[in-house]
């Protein structure tokens, strides 16, 4: 299945964070573990369960692409780059269900975006627990199905992106040119933090701060890689500075944290034009894209929202032209 170049494009902003969930998610009671599952309640509506209870309320924004299309068009979106509920990501799950539940949900995202050619592009998931078999649907996503990359979670179980275990599939995505987002997952937060009530406002940006601070602070990574910090970073641009200091003081040599930083991405979900712009000064310019985590309660709205403080030139490559540059390149058959 091939992708569509994403520089040939209606105008509009090209948003990098949106999600999609198939309402049929498939039947995992027979493999150990705790997966989701999805019970229709009408229509055009549904429930995310564990465990049997409710885990959120959703409707057919998530999975029918006409109605995607119309929100789309009425807020001038021309692309969305559609990726798992994090959730169901199942990192921490045993990893034999977790590669039944990604390859079936990369199987759901194929036909959404098949549906709009052009509009809708993919962004699969991996059981990132089995870096063998995470490498394997990776490659599936991009050589098979046209995706333009995967998402991941902040971590695998309890191994950190990091860790020299999870770089066969680094090196994978960096020869693949694949777009690796990385969004935290709720329910593997701090528990003191949800327990405060803050798990969406301090425990997310927290988890993406502690998964990014790894990355940048320790061993050199796999050149190439093309990672997206979901939320704006999360809380980093706020503690580089910190972070700086601490190698100086530990006494380590080569390039800071701050400057390593600016090999990431980021989104620009933050809500807030003065942390976008905190962004815009750690992660570079050119490496920041719009995102807006389409369609749930969360989201910015209008898409785009944060960028009408900015200066013209800066939103216009916030808005799309970063991303058609970036993501131009990973298309493969356009």
């Given amino acids: 299945m091939a ?7 209606p105008d509009g902003l090209i948003d990098v964070h949106t999600h999609g969930i198939d309402p049929d998610l498939p039947d995992l009671s027979a493999h150990p573990g705790r997966w989701p599952s999805v019970r229709r309640t009408g ?3 549904a429930q995310i369960l564990f465990d049997g209870r409710v885990y959120r309320e959703i409707d057919d924004r998530c999975w029918a692409p006409q109605r995607r299309l119309r929100d789309m068009d009425d807020e001038g979106v021309a692309a969305q780059l559609v990726s798992p509920i994090p959730v169901t990501l199942c990192h921490d799950q045993p990893a034999a269900g977790a590669a039944v539940l990604a390859a079936a949900q990369n199987e759901f995202l194929a036909g959404l975006t098949a549906a709009a050619p052009g509009r809708l592009y993919g962004l699969g998931a991996v059981p990132l627990q089995d ?5 394997r649907e990776l490659r599936r996503c991009v050589e098979d199905l046209g995706f333009l990359g995967v998402e991941i979670g902040t971590r695998a179980g309890e191994v950190e992106l990091a860790d020299e275990r999870l770089d066969p599939f680094f090196d994978a995505a960096a020869e693949l040119g694949a777009f690796v987002l990385v969004h935290p997952v709720d329910l593997t937060l701090d528990p003191r933090l949800a327990a405060l009530g803050v798990g969406f406002g301090l425990g ?3 988890e993406t701060a502690v998964a990014a601070a790894g990355l940048i602070t320790g061993r050199p990574r796999r050149p190439g890689v093309r990672l997206c910090l979901a939320h704006g970073g999360g809380a980093l641009p706020g503690i580089l500075p910190r972070l700086d200091r601490g190698a100086v003081l530990a006494g380590r040599t080569g390039p800071s944290p701050g400057e390593r930083a600016r090999e990431l991405w980021c989104d620009s979900l933050t809500y807030d034009s003065a942390s976008l712009e905190l962004a815009v000064t750690r992660f570079g310019a050119g490496h920041v894209l719009a995102g807006t985590d389409y369609p749930f309660a969360a989201r910015e709205s209008p898409a785009g929202a ?3 403080d900015l200066d013209p030139a800066l939103a216009a490559a916030i808005g799309r032209e970063n991303a058609a540059s970036l993501l131009g390149g990973t298309v493969r058959g356009a």
């Fill in 3 to 9: 992708a569509h170049d994403p520089t040939d494009l």
């Fill in 43 to 45: 229509e055009g509506t």
């Fill in 131 to 135: 870096v063998d078999a995470s490498v």
């Fill in 204 to 206: 997310m940006p927290s």
């Fill in 306 to 308: 944060v960028l009408a």
